[in-house]
């Protein structure tokens, strides 16, 4: 077994422990002092271990640290195909804005509706463009399409009437008509069974109910104060 080098108990010159005196100051070195010495040298050989294996863990932490942050990153950061995934799954409907209010004029022409939509604005924001369409006197459109998508999402109708039954009913017939336009396999009764569903012809509508879904069109009702009835249409 090698000799361990131990402190002098008198010096602390360093000494080998099979020495029977320190060669510098003489003292003699007894048993006791050497197994003193050796626990001395031995702790001390521990905490160097201690504090080697305390740089290694840090360092690890450290890199495992940069690993999750990277992962992190990565998973904030969407791939092209993560992307096209999101833009392929946005909920929209089946035709483009312009061929919203086309198609709303086709219907309106086919129903005796004589109000004509008209495309009066454009508008465009960080998500979706809007165009804004006024029928008639009482009513207003509001079609949003997504900025990464070519068809619109949803068309929300704006009725403002004057306190006359005939403001009314304009409002009303624009509602079939909007839903015609959106939902063509829905013949006159169907049409009618949307507006009943949500109340608006004499149906029972329950204090829960704030929809009514054909298909992947979701049609909803409701009324702002300051602005007036809002149905719209959005698809899911």
């Known amino acids: 077994m090698p000799p361990t ?7 602390k010159k360093k000494i080998s422990d099979a ?14 002092d050497r ?29 495992l640290g940069s690993t999750d942050k990277k992962s992190t990153e990565q998973a904030a950061t969407p791939t092209a195909e993560q992307e096209q995934v999101v833009e392929a799954t946005t909920p929209t409907l089946a035709y483009t804005a312009e061929a919203i209010v086309e198609r709303f004029n086709q219907a309106a022409r086919k129903m005796d ?5 008209r495309i009066t604005k454009n508008s465009s924001g960080p998500a979706a463009s809007s165009m804004q369409v006024k029928v008639g006197k009482h009513i207003g459109l509001v079609i949003a ?16 009437g004057d306190g006359t039954i005939q403001s009314g009913a304009a409002i009303i017939e624009g509602m079939v008509v909007l839903i015609a336009t ?4 829905l013949d006159a009764a169907g049409r009618g069974g949307v507006l009943r569903e949500l ?5 029972e509508k329950s204090s829960d109910q704030t929809s009514a879904i054909r298909g992947k069109v979701k049609y909803s ?16």
Do not use: W
């Not at 080098?5 to 010096?11: D, N, Q």
């Not at 399409?145 to 403002?160: F, H, K, R, Y």
């Not at 959106?182 to 396999?185: A, D, T």
């Open 5 to 11: 080098m131990i402190p002098c108990p008198a010096c």
């Open 19 to 32: 020495a029977e005196a320190c060669p510098k100051c003489g003292q003699p070195i007894t048993e006791q």
């Open 35 to 63: 197994e003193a010495g050796r626990a001395k040298v031995k702790k001390g050989q521990m905490g160097c271990g201690l504090a080697l294996l305390a740089v290694v863990v840090l360092v690890v932490i450290g890199n």
């Open 113 to 117: 509706f004589h109000h004509k939509a």
């Open 145 to 160: 399409t997504p900025n990464d998508a070519p068809n619109a999402s949803g068309v929300m109708l704006i009725g403002v």
């Open 182 to 185: 959106l939902s063509p396999e």
């Open 199 to 203: 109340g608006l012809l004499g149906g």
């Open 221 to 236: 009702y409701g009324f702002v104060e300051g602005m007036g009835t809002i149905f719209g249409a959005d698809a899911i």
